[in-house]
């Protein structure tokens, strides 16, 4: 088992940034490829970015690519979400998940948190 803590969210004003982060226990993180993902209001989650277990590889949607950046450190079991430069659609709830490998579905995820909201106002 792993369990995921979300922090960081908030509201912000569109252009600003924010520094979601979300801490494992558990299972051993550094075995685990990690992912964002985001919900909005009425809509399905999707893919944001992901990062295999090393750090070594990442993908990004292309909405966010060039804005955000996903990182890890695997001596304090936590991953972050880097947000620049975002937009009003960028609103969502954001969730971390843990996967065996690194992907961008969400059905390849094994442990999900619980989220953090971020909001941005234009």
């Known amino acids: 088992q792993v369990q995921l803590v979300e922090s960081g969210g908030g509201l912000v004003q569109a252009g600003g940034s924010l520094r979601p982060s979300c801490a494992a226990s558990?299972?051993?993180?550094?075995?685990?490829?990690m992912g964002w993902f985001r919900q909005a209001p009425g809509k399905e989650r999707e893919f944001v970015a992901a990062?295999?277990?090393?750090?070594?590889?990442?993908y990004y949607a292309d909405s966010v690519k060039g804005r955000f950046t996903i990182s890890r450190d695997n001596a304090k079991s936590t991953v972050f979400l880097q947000m620049n430069s975002l937009k009003p659609e960028d609103t969502a709830q954001y969730y971390c998940?843990?996967?065996?490998?690194?992907?961008?579905?969400?059905?390849?995820?094994?442990?999900w948190g619980q989220g953090t909201q971020v909001t941005v106002s234009s």
């Open positions: 990062i295999s277990w090393n750090g070594g590889v990442t």
């Open positions: 558990g299972r051993t993180f550094s075995t685990f490829g």
């Open positions: 998940a843990a996967s065996y490998g690194t992907s961008r579905r969400a059905l390849d995820y094994s442990y």
